[in-house]
């Protein structure tokens, strides 16, 4: 049987920045953040509580769409070598600043429980890394322990590992190219396939051969737009598609809220598994890419104002934020555990420093530095006092 070829054309022009990809993916920092912290922001303003997918199936998919995008590129450009090795240099570094976040987070947390907050460290998962260090280490460089908010960044790697095979098979057969994915995360859904970790008691927020398929799926179309200039098909159908799909979503919530009594199939009520990616949650997550990306222009001049700015730096430097903000985010949450129960007010201040700190960072990571003569006159003082 001869499968078609993907067209590749032979000058291919380098991947622009896309703006709106980083305000997106900065949005979805800010809501990890206030989900982190816990309580009725988490609960109630973020988008999760109005569909079955949330930031994870996001940032996995615009990942993808990315790197398959700059892999299809390098490709063209310097050679099927030269882009695998660049993208198993991406996968190292990431790789190490995985190791780094589990040994600081778990230190962190080991600390505590050793000291004034017994039982710290079992929530999050790293009782295992305070009783049993070395082996732990092992298994956690193999990627076979993945503790709470780091297990998502083996999905990651092991999908950037197999992004140069499935660009080679994509450049031979086309779209069949995703059938050994998706027949992967339908043997999940059927069999419960047990997901890549090897540690004693841990059961990881992501089963990563199902969620492998949202990042491939995201490569597919990151490398769609690169080649043929267009990730979509023509059509408004993809647009009304999507917002029917999304709308959905946003029935099934409000039904499991209560509010509504739709008698929908048990099938369908129970079809937002996290761990294993439930078609819900996929095809909820698709959806709610598409229909953000037809509404929304790829660069605007609104995109430059603040604190659009802001959002698409935090959004650029994603990695290190999502690190540092797990700090962040626990720090809120002890304080808001310390104080007293009718503070519901110290929530949102929380988040907003948090974020108010994370933009910092991403903006001294892109070269802004604050300056005395930005501040009102109130706050900068000419000379000293005394």
Not at 55 to 82: D, I, P, T, Y
Not at 115 to 137: C, E, I, N, W
Not at 302 to 325: D, E, F, K, N
Not at 327 to 343: E, I, N, V
Request: with cysteine; net charge positive.
């Amino acid at each position: 049987m001869n499968l078609p070829q993907s067209p590749i054309p032979e000058t291919v022009q380098r991947p622009l920045r896309d703006v709106r990809l980083d305000i997106v993916r900065g949005f979805l920092q800010v809501t990890i953040v206030a989900s982190h912290v816990g309580g009725f922001i988490s609960i109630w303003l973020i988008h999760a509580a109005w569909g079955y997918s949330d930031s994870s199936e996001q940032f996995v998919l615009l990942s993808g769409l990315m790197l398959g995008s700059v892999f299809a590129w390098k490709r063209q450009r310097l050679g099927f070598a030269a882009a695998s090795r660049d993208m198993l240099q991406r996968v190292a570094r990431l790789w190490v600043t995985r190791l780094i976040a589990i040994a600081a987070f778990g230190a962190m947390l080991i600390a505590l429980d050793l000291t004034v907050q017994p039982g710290a460290a079992a929530p999050y998962r790293y009782d295992f890394l305070s009783h049993a260090p070395v082996q732990a280490a092992l298994l956690a460089a193999g990627l076979l322990y993945n503790p709470a908010y780091l297990d998502v960044l083996v999905v990651f790697i092991v999908g950037m590992m197999a992004l140069p095979g499935f660009d080679w098979a994509a450049q031979r057969i086309g779209p069949w190219a995703l059938l050994p994915s998706a027949l992967l995360w339908l043997a999940v859904q059927i069999w419960h396939l047990p997901s890549l970790d090897a540690a004693p008691d841990n059961l990881p927020a992501f089963n990563v051969w199902a969620w492998q398929v949202l990042f491939l799926i995201g490569a597919w179309f990151g490398r769609r737009k690169l080649l043929t200039g267009r990730a979509l098909p023509h059509g408004q159908w993809v647009t009304w598609l999507a917002g029917t799909l999304v709308l959905l979503g946003v029935a099934l919530r409000v039904n499991e809220y209560g509010l509504l009594h739709l008698g929908l199939p048990t099938y369908v009520v129970d079809g937002r598994d996290k761990a294993e990616l439930s078609w819900a949650r996929l095809l909820h997550a698709l959806a709610l890419a598409v229909l953000v990306a037809r509404i929304t222009p790829m660069n605007a001049g609104w995109m430059q104002r603040w604190p659009l700015t802001v959002l698409a730096a935090i959004g650029r430097h994603s990695l290190h934020v999502y690190c540092i903000g797990l700090f962040l985010s626990y720090a809120a949450t002890r304080t808001l555990d310390l104080a007293r129960a009718d503070s519901a007010w110290l929530e949102p201040v929380l988040i907003a420093v948090a974020v108010a700190l994370l933009g910092v960072y991403a903006r001294w990571q892109d070269g802004v530095r604050p300056s005395l003569s930005r501040l009102p006159p109130f706050v900068r003082m000419q000379r000293p006092l005394l």
